[in-house]
């Protein structure tokens, strides 16, 4: 905290900054908060999407800060008990969005299709193929294209689970390092090749010992041979992929193929869901969300790529988006 200078340079990153104007929902203001022990509403408004880190000159670890700072209340913890198991996600997904509160309406504007997570195990697997929590119930065309892919050149297996990545941002830091802690003793030394950009992000950082890909990344990396594909789409950079640097990868992966990119303005913006954001800040997400749209809007394009899957949630209430994996065959 004593890092922070209090240049400004993070406010202009700072999605809640962006939509407010307001010190309060910026960075520089919630590290204030942080350091003088005030109970500010601005520290349960920030998306945990770190872009101020990658803004600020002086290196202040602004997502630790934020992350050992918060505490996730019954509700939010009760909904991490249920992403760490896919199959009572997808349940209680069903569940849910059948009801008639404002949660419910809210998950079915976000989630138009909930599926059981694909099991698929091979005991002599060179490769894990690990959608992420999310991605596993929403997703599940995904997963089937990219098994289906990496099984040209590879042994594959799918692991389900959650990776911690919405424990270490929603106040649950410690559960976050359990998880990190469990799956490194699991897949200690193996390739994990991962379908949700920020959970890779995530693991890359805290699973140690584990050789963690993005999708787009293992792919260019072995550089696996790709369909031409004749399309044109934008391309939004999901937030933390951005931050540890593994975004250029699905550019170049698309770049392969043939596919024409329209670049938007800022891709890396925030998408307006932000983990759990998008149901316990409905208002902010929303403005967030509206902001980005107009980004993707002023490229005329109307399908956006986009690799991790609340952002997909997000941005496919008005745009087609697909993941890179949607592209193979
Ligand atoms: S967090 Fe960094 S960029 Fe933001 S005000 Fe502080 S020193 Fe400046
Ligand atoms: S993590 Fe994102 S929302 Fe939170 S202060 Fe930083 S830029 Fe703003």
Known sequence: MNECVHCGFCLEACPTYVVTRSEVHSPRGRIMAMRLGLESSGLGTCVFCRRCEEACPSGVPYGELISAHRRADASTAGMHRLLENPRALASALRLVMKGNGETS?????????????????????????????????????????ALKYLRRWFKVEVVNGCCGLPHMGEGERDRAEEIATAWSSKLKGR?????????????????????????????????????????????????????????????????????????????????????????????????????????????????VVSSNPSCSLSLGRKFKVIHPADLLD
Not at 246 to 274: N, W
């Open 105 to 145: 309406a809210r998950l079915r504007e976000f989630v138009k299709e909930v599926r059981e997570p694909l099991e698929y195990r091979d005991q002599s697997a060179e490769v894990v193929l690990f959608p992420g929590c999310l991605t596993a119930v929403v997703l599940r065309q995904t997963v089937e294209k």
């Open 191 to 303: 390739k994990v090749v991962v379908l949700s950009a920020n959970c890779a992000a995530h693991m890359k950082e805290r699973w140690k010992g584990v050789e963690v890909y993005d999708f787009a990344e293992f792919v260019e990396r072995n550089g696996l041979e790709l369909p031409r594909v004749d399309a044109k789409v934008t391309l939004h950079e999901p937030c933390h992929a951005k931050v540890v640097g593994i975004s250029g990868y699905t550019r170049a992966m698309l770049k392969r193929m043939g596919v024409q990119v329209v670049e938007m303005d800022d891709p890396s913006f925030e998408c307006g869901a932000g983990g759990s954001y998008f149901l316990f800040q409905p208002e902010l997400a929303d403005a967030i969300f509206e902001e980005k749209a107009r980004k993707v809007g002023r490229t005329g394009i109307e399908t």
